[in-house]
């Protein structure tokens, strides 16, 4: 690499976890990072110069220690920024930088910041990486199908079967409506009509993020794993539609199908007010003379229709089902001596008989004692212990809805610290689920009151307090986000996660999260209503720890939790697991 980096002019060189759209999640042939440094998470900055370096967030601090040798590894957030330690410590001239695979914004201000430093920013067309990396994996383009006829009543009626007790099969049955709704909710023209409210006649909107032109046109694929999206482009003006997609078989009305590869033809040949939808990459946006950019397409995606949190509700029925049939099997296994992995495949084949189901939402994380400090452990094959604390996080993707669980257990005697520990994220947890709080109030407040007991201990974690999520979409999708530096206000029906944790390097990891979403109450107070349908361990709870108001919030979603899962899983693995963790505490 720095041989061809010296053919090229350029002493340093930027390779970023991205591709084209700047999707989080990525296909295996823009791992560019990877095939570098052998981090394989989901936020990297490789530095390739004399003093090369790898930049990654808290999350995947301790992954990247065990993955990266060749590069030094930095701390975003601790450390000195990618400007200095390219002027003092690599002393580089000229830097090179594909743009294709870096935010316009972001371009920007690093090439400003540089400037003032006295390096230049050098930027390819196409990335270095590429030339050296022989054997790179080809781009998947898979098949694209339309959910918008996909029935929620069918979803409904399948699980209705799964119940043992006739009685109460018929009761729900009785009360279903008779409407036979699709999943989605609302038809892609009734999306592109309120689109195009929103422009100017002169204007023409430019969407390159994935999951949005998914939603737009209520069309899904399987071109990244785990993310029900497809590579793809869209231009929308007044009175046309243009989608670039490599399916063939697509057949829509008032839409134009082009091939993928057309969109920069087509993208340079437009005249007018150029509006990006999101946000793009600095080669795109140096397709136009000027842009604009629009945040309202992606705040209508953010804002659930209601058959959408219907769906939301579905999901955590069949994953409420998954995970305490997982958990018990796990309490009945661990003396035979099981691995993460042999657990997380575990638990992909229980998710696999419900009806909708089409994949996870990402690659379950299943991590035994000091793994558990890993915020983003891939399951290995190290034993886990009965005598030890136990995380897993998983979430499915179903054709009605998304989920993201983490449960933090304990199936031996845990230690009074590891109680203390576990007790003080579900405190803050607790506090933000049971909110109601004014239209006005900033995300950022909930992100300090899920803290504020961990902080009382001068205790912290590194990550967000929770991130917005897809319908049938992206599991990580924004708005809204739940974070110190959150800004943008929260809307009714968006569903996001509340996920607090803390993390003991080298002995274990505790991570409580549920999904909510945004309840309008007057048009002024909103309130948080869980979605989640798992129980909490409650062999890790100090009841001591708790108010009574707290004890009787955790009582009112254990009641919730039963009553709803309690009918499909009589006479099933997973019914004592659930009956013993959703009795009434006592202070």
């Known amino acids: ?32 990072v990877k095939f570098l440094t052998g981090f394989s998470g989901s936020n990297g900055i490789a530095i390739t110069c004399t003093h090369p370096a790898l930049y990654t967030d808290s999350r995947y601090y301790i992954q990247a220690m065990n993955q990266s040798k060749k590069y030094k590894l930095k701390k975003m957030e601790e450390e000195e920024g990618i400007d200095e330690y390219l002027e003092k410590v690599c002393k580089c001239k000229q830097v090179g930088i594909c743009k294709k695979f870096i935010r316009s914004r972001k371009y920007e201000d690093l090439k400003n910041k540089l400037e003032s430093r006295g390096i230049t920013l050098k930027p390819f067309e196409n990335d270095l990486v590429d030339i050296i990396w022989k054997d790179r994996p080809l781009r998947a383009f898979n098949k694209v199908y339309s959910i918008e006829e996909e029935k929620f009543r069918r979803y409904q009626m399948e699980l209705i079967e799964l119940c043992e007790d006739s009685e109460y099969r018929e009761a729900l049955r009785n009360k279903l409506s008779g ?64 989608l670039f ?40 946006k140096d397709l136009f003379e000027g842009i604009e950019y629009c945040d309202k397409i992606r705040l209508l995606q953010s804002q659930k229709a209601e058959v959408e949190i219907e769906g939301f509700h579905l999901s955590y029925i069949f994953d409420g089902m998954a995970l305490v049939e997982l958990f018990e099997w796990v309490d009945l296994s661990l003396d035979k001596g099981i691995s993460e992995k042999v657990i997380k495949e575990r638990l992909d084949g229980i998710k696999k008989r419900f009806s909708g189901y089409v994949q996870p939402s990402f690659e379950s994380i299943v991590g035994g004692g000091p793994n558990g400090a890993i915020v983003h452990h891939k399951a290995s094959d190290r034993v886990v212990s009965r005598n030890e604390v136990i995380l897993i996080d998983s979430g499915s993707q179903y054709m009605f809805g998304t989920t993201d669980t983490t449960r933090t257990l304990h199936f031996g005697e845990p230690t009074p610290e590891e109680k203390k520990s576990y007790t003080r994220v579900l405190k803050g947890q607790l506090r933000s689920m049971r909110m109601r709080f004014k239209s006005s109030m900033q995300p950022s407040v909930l992100d300090s009151l899920s803290r504020i007991d961990l902080w009382n201990e001068m205790e912290d974690y590194g990550h967000a307090t929770g991130h917005g999520v897809g319908h049938f979409l992206c599991v990580h999708e924004s708005p809204p986000t739940i974070s110190y530096s959150s800004d943008q206000l929260l809307k009714p029906r968006q569903v996001f996660s509340i996920e607090p ?83 009434p505490i006592k202070k």
């Open 179 to 242: 409407d036979d709704t699709s999943v989605v909710g609302r038809a892609f023209k009734d999306k592109l009509k309120e689109i195009r409210s929103i422009l100017e006649p002169d204007q023409t909107l430019v969407i390159t993020e994935l999951d949005t032109i998914a939603w737009i046109f209520n069309l899904r694929g399987s071109d990244i794993l785990y993310n029900p999206v497809f590579y793809s482009y869209a231009i929308v003006s007044k009175d046309s539609a243009k």
């Open 1 to 32: 690499m720095m041989r061809l980096m010296k053919m090229h002019g350029v002493d340093g060189y930027l390779t970023f976890t991205s591709d084209e759209h700047l999707n989080e999640y990525i296909g295996e042939g823009d791992e560019r």
């Open 245 to 284: 997609t490599n399916e063939k078989n697509i057949k829509m009305d008032d839409v134009d199908i082009y091939p993928y590869d057309d969109f920069v033809r087509h993208a340079t040949g437009l005249k007018g007010r150029i509006v990006i939808s999101g946000e793009c990459n600095a080669y795109v």
């Open 501 to 583: 944790g803390f993390y003991k390097e080298g002995e274990y990891g505790i991570r409580i999260e549920n999904l909510v979403y945004l309840k309008d109450i007057d048009g002024k107070f909103y309130e948080i209503t869980n979605l989640t349908l798992v129980p909490y361990h409650l062999r890790l709870i100090d009841t001591s720890m708790m108010s009574e108001e707290e004890v009787s919030h955790l009582n009112r979603i254990n009641e919730e939790i039963r009553s709803t899962l309690e009918p499909f899983m009589k006479g099933k693995i997973g019914y004592r697991y659930l009956m013993e963790n959703t009795v």
